[in-house]
């Protein structure tokens, strides 16, 4: 494989956490604690019907295509937005066209994620939507805005723009042409100063209206099934000295955590962290910065220890593992890896294999047969492991971006429990080399009291999709 050729397969680089870690034994107290759900926050899910009902193609503005680049989790928040404005322009929006993924190379359609029947249902009184254009516009395709400057095109619509600048440049376009095509359309619609039935549609597309396809939800169901009731587990009687083991087994029984292990080549090049492979992978990861962004990720003028104690340094499975196991999980803990690649592959997460024997995956879990629909697409297989998240009892992802934020943001209108890593506090143990079980145990429990799915405020600028409080939510 090449990508070991790049660096020395790196040892564990905390042993004197890892061995402690490996031996610890928690009580049966401490696991009622941890797999119990989030109580009653005080919140509940809110989202109004709309007083009137949508306009029917005849009666609209016109025509609104989007064209959404991005991974996943990007283009269902472009969707989400598409809608609004559609909304916004009293305008029929035409089913969002799905870029090519230049990273993953999935050509997925909406249709092949996304169970379009009930999008258009779920939104029927909401915004008229229609899968394709009327054959008097059927020139107003992908191809067509890619080979000429086209006056139905809108490529200068701002970051964040508000719903103003839609009504504003967009609308008068379409009472001219009848259609409009909006690209590029990622982030292009504001959080601040939108009428409430506005953001509640944001959050009705997002959390009811964007169900993925059947196979995929079919899949997923599978591998929580799998998860939840494994065929190999023990179904005989417990001798009395496995009695204790026993009861603190049963805290977990049917339960699983989802981490989602964000450790790609990308993430640990930009970073500039030493992720302990040596001068080799040093080497590698300062020529693939130079390579793919071509000057414009430096080398940090920072230390890899001055990087730690800033919370820069993405978590490798090793940390990632030291961090469970702190909190509580133990190796008897069902635990679900949902990622696309790791920089390093097997031999960088045999650490958290050591600690979480049970650890599985898609691969695992599944037959090929049962993943043929699945494999070799990357926004199918992000969704499958979005299902598969949704349904766990705990949540915690390595790092943020998209997929994290997604999730938090899901997890928090649905009040499920979602473990958010203090980056800051982490980066600081782990430079401490000194440091005792006991001693790191203890600060990072105090230190993620406060990050385990307490519903938090969206302040101004922040997105709505990971903040649905207060504006998707209502005061019980």
Request: glycine share 6%; charged share 20%; net charge positive.
């Amino acid at each position: 494989m090449g990508i070991l050729q790049e660096w020395n397969a790196p040892k564990a680089r905390h042993l004197h956490l890892l061995n402690p870690a490996l031996l610890l034994q928690s009580s049966v107290e401490q696991q009622s604690k941890l797999w119990s759900p989030l109580p009653n926050q005080g919140w509940k899910r809110c989202l109004e019907e709309s007083k009137s009902l949508s306009l029917t193609p005849k009666g609209s503005t016109g025509y609104i295509q989007v064209f959404l680049d991005g991974g996943l989790n990007q283009q269902k928040m472009g969707i989400c937005d598409a809608v609004a404005v559609a909304k916004i322009l009293n305008a029929t929006l035409v089913v969002p066209h799905l870029e090519v993924n230049p990273v993953w190379q999935d050509s997925s359609s909406f249709e092949e994620i996304f169970d379009l029947d009930h999008f258009i249902e779920v939104l029927r009184d909401e915004v008229s939507i229609v899968k394709d254009l009327p054959s008097e516009f059927s020139w107003s395709t992908r191809d067509y805005y890619a080979t000429g400057i086209r006056i139905t095109r809108i490529k200068t619509a701002p970051v964040h723009a508000s719903s103003d600048w839609y009504l504003e440049n967009v609308l008068p376009i379409l009472q001219r042409y009848g259609v409009a095509a909006i690209s590029p359309f990622s982030h292009r619609l504001t959080f601040e100063n939108l009428p409430k039935n506005i953001q509640r549609l944001r959050c009705k597309v997002n959390f009811q209206a964007l169900a993925f396809v059947p196979h995929i939800r079919e899949l997923g169901e599978t591998l929580v099934n799998r998860l939840c009731y494994p065929p190999n587990r023990n179904q005989g009687a417990a001798s009395d000295s496995q009695d204790g083991t026993n009861q603190i087994e049963k805290q977990g029984a049917g339960k699983f955590v989802v981490l989602h292990l964000r450790f790609d080549k990308d993430m640990a090049a930009h970073s500039a962290c030493d992720f302990g492979g040596g001068k080799a992978e040093k080497l590698a990861l300062a020529k693939y910065r130079q390579v793919i962004w071509q000057g414009r990720v430096l080398k940090s003028q920072f230390t890899d220890e001055e990087l730690r104690n800033q919370g820069r340094c993405p978590l490798t499975p090793e940390e990632i593992g030291l961090l469970l196991a702190a909190l509580g999980f133990n190796n008897s803990t069902r635990l679900y890896l949902a990622s696309h690649m790791v920089y390093g592959g097997e031999a960088r997460i045999s650490t958290l294999r050591r600690l979480f024997p049970l650890m599985e995956d898609k691969k695992s879990l599944a037959s090929a047969e049962e993943r043929a629909k699945v494999e070799g697409k990357a926004s199918l297989l992000a969704a499958v492991d979005y299902y598969v998240s949704m349904q766990s009892d705990i949540f915690i992802s390595a790092s943020p971006g998209n997929m994290h934020n997604a999730l938090v943001g899901h997890r928090a209108y649905m009040n499920l429990k979602t473990i958010r890593p203090s980056m800051s506090l982490l980066g600081k143990l782990f430079v401490n080399k000194s440091m005792e079980w006991s001693e790191f145990q203890h600060a990072v429990l105090d230190g993620h009291k406060s990050r385990q799915g307490q519903i938090r405020l969206r302040k101004e600028k922040q997105s709505i999709y990971t903040y649905p409080a207060p504006d998707c939510m209502c005061q019980a």
